[in-house]
């Protein structure tokens, strides 16, 4: 049997070599989360300690990134929750070779905790990055949920920065008869 090889990435905070494209010592000085709760929704980090992060979800390896974000808070989150619940991305479309939605979700699997994928899609594939809130509102998500009805959900993204996706994907949910009982971000922008 042949040794799995380990590949050795330069930390993309520090710039060192490391084992993980963010090393142990940027995990430990810039990735300590802080659980917050605003309006139904927990988030782990302040904005701007990692949205230089967010934006490898447009990168081939940003899954590696997303993983770590997601080791370092929504593990711990998940792991403190001893009820039952679905986990549901919300628009885990692969992109660039994998969902950093998903990514999410299965980093939260646990014994509670169970992941559901590919059920709740935006029909709008325009991007939201950078859009006023205006823009957002004219150019709603029109989300569409094929999945089980009378289920309570955890609701996952990466960022909720109006709110107004999050608010969308619970009232397509709602309509299709799903309970989500909160949603999980990395971060929050509003306070």
């Given at each position: 049997?042949?040794?799995?090889?380990?590949?050795?990435?330069k930390c993309i905070l520090c710039n060192t070599f490391s084992f993980e494209i963010i090393c142990k010592k940027c995990?430990?000085?810039?990735?300590?989360?802080?659980?917050?709760?605003?309006e139904g929704i927990v988030s782990f980090y302040d904005y701007k300690t990692i949205q230089h992060l967010i934006k490898y979800k447009y990168h081939r390896f940003g899954h590696r990134v997303?993983?770590?974000?997601?080791?370092?808070?929504?593990?711990?989150?998940?792991?403190?929750?001893?009820?039952?619940?679905?986990?549901?991305?919300?628009?885990?479309?692969?992109?660039?070779?994998?969902?950093?939605?998903?990514?999410?979700?299965?980093?939260?699997?646990?014994?509670?905790?169970?992941?559901?994928?590919?059920?709740?899609?935006?029909?709008?594939?325009?991007?939201?990055?950078?859009?006023?809130?205006?823009?957002?509102?004219?150019?709603?998500?029109?989300?569409?949920?094929?999945?089980?009805?009378?289920?309570?959900?955890?609701?996952?993204?990466?960022?909720?920065?109006?709110?107004?996706?999050?608010?969308?994907?619970?009232?397509?949910?709602?309509?299709?008869?799903?309970?989500?009982?909160?949603?999980?971000?990395?971060?929050?922008?509003?306070?």
């Amino acid at each position: 049997m042949a040794k799995k090889r380990k590949t050795i990435f330069k930390c993309i905070l520090c710039n060192t070599f490391s084992f993980e494209i963010i090393c142990k010592k940027c995990q430990e000085k810039y990735l300590k989360p802080k659980i917050r709760q605003n309006e139904g929704i927990v988030s782990f980090y302040d904005y701007k300690t990692i949205q230089h992060l967010i934006k490898y979800k447009y990168h081939r390896f940003g899954h590696r990134v997303f993983e770590i974000l997601a080791k370092n808070s929504l593990i711990y989150f998940a792991r403190n929750v001893k009820e039952d619940f679905y986990i549901l991305p919300v628009d885990d479309r692969i992109k660039k070779g994998y969902s950093h939605t998903a990514v999410l979700a299965r980093c939260m699997k646990t014994m509670y905790l169970k992941p559901l994928y590919g059920l709740l899609h935006s029909q709008n594939n325009i991007s939201y990055a950078g859009k006023t809130l205006e823009y957002r509102l004219k150019n709603p998500r029109n989300f569409h949920y094929n999945g089980p009805s009378g289920i309570d959900v955890i609701l996952v993204d990466d960022i909720s920065t109006t709110g107004l996706t999050l608010k969308q994907a619970r009232e397509c949910l709602e309509k299709n008869g799903v309970n989500v009982a909160l949603s999980v971000v990395l971060a929050n922008l509003r306070k």
